[in-house]
DNA sequence: TAAAGTAGTTTATAATATAAACTTATTTAT
DNA sequence: ATAAATAAGTTTATATTATAAACTACTTTA
């Protein structure tokens, strides 16, 4: 059986979650949808949004649309991989 | 559909997940006992022990077994319908 | 009786999450 | 034209958490 296996400390984190959650649904998405679905502030989700940028987790890609600013964000396969492995551990802490 | 609800941030937490999920399986717990299986620190321990007893999530009572203290938890009423509300919505972020 | 071990607690520090303030630029109202 | 409001973020500061280190009190063993 399973033993409590530790947790990825960039993934256990509510809004990093909800993030990768959603990236997974989608081909990309922007940082304002990301924003709104997650109900997070903008500040907050920038920071967190770096975090899983750097740890390879999602890429990040600005540009612009007409004149405005725009942040899409993506999942990567070692996103996809480690998201798939937190919640492999995490159901050895809930079933 | 889901929506990220928020996650209980007492549960939200790896180590006072574990103790949790561990008490869920037993009728009580030692603190050794609680310790050699979630691999923690006594103080760590100590700590997130006192975190879900405040929240009333378990009850720990002290006593001697022989001439040594002993500390066993035990889940409560309020602590198992906290984790199924966590789980469920953890389902939200995770499924 | 001195050293090592038990069973923890308390205090200090490092890491995280979050919010508040700020930047840069754009659109809208006066 | 210019001032105010909005957009899209970033940076910095603060509060909260997690964790480790140090300590207490007592017991067992050498």
Redesign the interface.
């Known amino acids: 059986m399973n ?2 296996k ?2 990825d400390p960039l993934l ?1 984190s ?1 809004l990093r ?2 993030v990768v ?1 959603l990236l997974l649904g989608v081909e990309s998405a922007e940082f304002t949808f990301i924003k709104e ?3 997070s502030t903008a500040g907050n989700l920038s920071v967190q949004l770096d975090k899983l940028s750097e740890a390879g987790y999602i890429k990040i890609e600005k540009s612009f649309k007409g004149k405005k600013p725009v942040t899409t964000c993506k999942i990567t396969k070692a996103g996809i991989t480690a998201f798939e492995a937190y ?1 492999n551990a ?1 159901k050895g ?2 079933e």
Chains 1, 2 share one sequence.
């Open positions: 033993g409590f530790p947790l256990h509510q979650l909800a959650s679905k997650t109900q919640v995490l802490y809930i």
